[in-house]
């Protein structure tokens, strides 16, 4: 098994683990000019019809200009990187019929943010806060979770932990 770097990469995974999506973390993208290994954070991949959805997640602190996030994040998302996850998908899968979605939480301040947000919306990578991305997406099936009174599977641990804490109401959000 394969875990998260960090808290947020685990978060996202699980997240999408949740929702039914088969993940991978740190699919091997390329490599520096040093000689050190490009990682693709999250993927999530699964069966939809006669395709496969990739969603594809590149979780960063960028504490810069506008400028500087739309550059790394463009960065992580050349077509070289993607071009390696969809083969590497294909790879496991056997289908070349990828939809592919791009998306990169970035912690950052919110006007840097909501710069760059237009600008790479552009380019089909939807670019999340933390907390917008916790808010709207992982929270909403947290309280579902603590409503219909069904936890995650045991290995959702930081999601069962929101769930506890979303329980017991020590979440102001879950109120």
Known sequence: MVFARTWSE??????LSALGYAVLIGVPVGTSRGGGRKEAD???????GTSVRVVHFEISSIWGSSKEVIERVRRKFSSERVENVKQYIVGMTGSKNI???????VFT????????????????IK?????EFFNTQVLPIVKEKVRMDRTFPDSLWLLNMLYTLCGEELLHECS
Do not use: N, Q, T
């Open 10 to 15: 685990e978060l996202v995974a699980e997240w």
């Open 127 to 131: 670019l999340w806060s933390f907390p």
């Open 99 to 105: 939809v592919y979605e791009k998306h990169a939480i």
């Open 42 to 48: 999250v993927i999530g991949f699964r069966s939809e």
């Open 109 to 124: 301040s919110s006007g840097i943010l909501e710069k760059a947000k237009k600008i790479l919306e552009k380019e089909e």
